[in-house]
């Protein structure tokens, strides 16, 4: 019994260390953000929010904010309207070769980002859609719908057939019984995987910055070039202000939804 104990307290503590080396970074960032100096240090010499007046009082850091979001809004909602038909397809085996359709749309969780983004830079030059914003919604689109397909049919292995089978017998046909039976079912896993693809496109540089246009540019994609130009806390701060909107949106969808189930 004490030889149990003792292993685990000595499991808990190496979670421990494990969770905190993992936010080590965010830690870091959040200390640089609130330097008085003009230059990033560790620790923070000084407490200031000065710099966080200056990110959200650049024009350019609001116009990258505000392509991100409007980019990730619309990419989440297209994905959510592709990915649910899939899973349902994929579910009930609606076509043949339901496993190698499964495969096919979570090949852009298994290839490599840049390949992927290279690849559609070819192929939208080709179509003549590259820097344009349809371009980049479908690209988005693209790399974020398996996050729906995977959550919506973990959602729809835990629907109770039953459920489905007496709305038909009562009279609902196909499109009323997946709206007023599946559907709502279906909601904590949708927000999950809907909310884990917002996150995903609104974080994503290596697809942007190849199909993004000359006047455009995200937040991600802002932070990274600033990065290069030379670091100062306002890089810390943008970067602080998007980890804050993340947090933010997964501790709201789980308070809504639980969506952690479904992850």
Request: proline letters at 5%; a neutral charge.
């Amino acid at each position: 019994m004490k030889s149990d104990r003792l292993g685990s307290i000595a499991l808990a503590a190496v979670a421990f260390f494990v969770v905190a080396f993992l936010q080590l970074p965010i830690i870091v960032v959040l200390l640089a953000a609130i330097s008085e100096t003009s230059y990033l240090t560790i620790p923070p010499k000084g407490l200031t929010l000065h710099w966080f007046s200056v990110v959200l009082n650049d024009v350019d850091y609001l116009a990258a904010t505000w392509t991100s979001l409007w980019l990730a809004l619309l990419s989440t909602l297209a994905a959510a309207a592709v990915g649910v038909m899939a899973a349902l397809m994929i579910h009930r085996k609606l076509l043949p070769g339901a496993q190698l359709l499964s495969s096919l749309f979570m090949a852009p969780m298994i290839l490599p980002s840049i390949v992927l983004g290279v690849a559609l830079l070819h192929y939208f030059a080709a179509l003549g859609i590259r820097g344009s914003s349809l371009g980049l919604i479908l690209a988005h689109t693209v790399l974020i719908v398996p996050y729906v397909i995977r959550a919506s049919l973990s959602g729809l292995q835990s629907i109770d057939g039953s459920l489905t089978d007496a709305a038909r017998v009562l009279g609902a046909g196909p499109i009323e019984t997946f709206r007023l039976v599946v559907l709502p079912l279906l909601k904590p896993a949708l927000v999950a995987g809907g909310l884990l693809a917002f996150v995903t496109s609104l974080d994503n540089v290596p697809v942007s910055i190849f199909l993004l246009g000359a006047n455009q540019t995200t937040l991600p994609v802002k932070i990274f070039a600033s990065v290069e130009q030379g670091v100062d806390p306002s890089v810390a701060a943008a970067s602080t202000l998007l980890i804050l909107l993340t947090g933010a949106a997964l501790v709201i969808a789980e308070r809504w939804t639980g969506f952690h189930k479904h992850v």
